[in-house]
């Protein structure tokens, strides 16, 4: 009985010295998302910002359209609506 009672004892402070170790939900990389989906959702960024910036400089360095300076009619071959 003294034994049983001992060994109880002995585990039942083992038990609150240990608490709780680790991650709850370690395949999680945030509150809603594993890892993979934080590294998709990076590239989807990264791919759409890269495109608006290729777009930007091309607005920027004025190549989106062509000249309106020349002393002949110049014909849209783009086939956009201006």
Not at 9 to 26: D, E, R
Request: proline share 7%; with cysteine.
């Amino acid at each position: 009985m003294k034994t049983a009672l001992c060994v109880t004892a002995a585990s039942i402070i083992l038990a609150s010295l240990t608490g709780c170790y680790g991650k709850y939900t370690p395949e999680l990389e945030g509150l809603g998302h594993t890892p993979q989906e934080f590294r998709n959702m990076r590239k989807v960024s990264m791919n759409q910002n890269v495109r608006e910036l290729n777009d930007e400089i091309t607005r920027a360095l004025m190549l989106d359209n062509p000249s309106r300076l020349s002393p002949w009619p110049v014909v849209d071959t783009s086939g956009m609506p201006r």
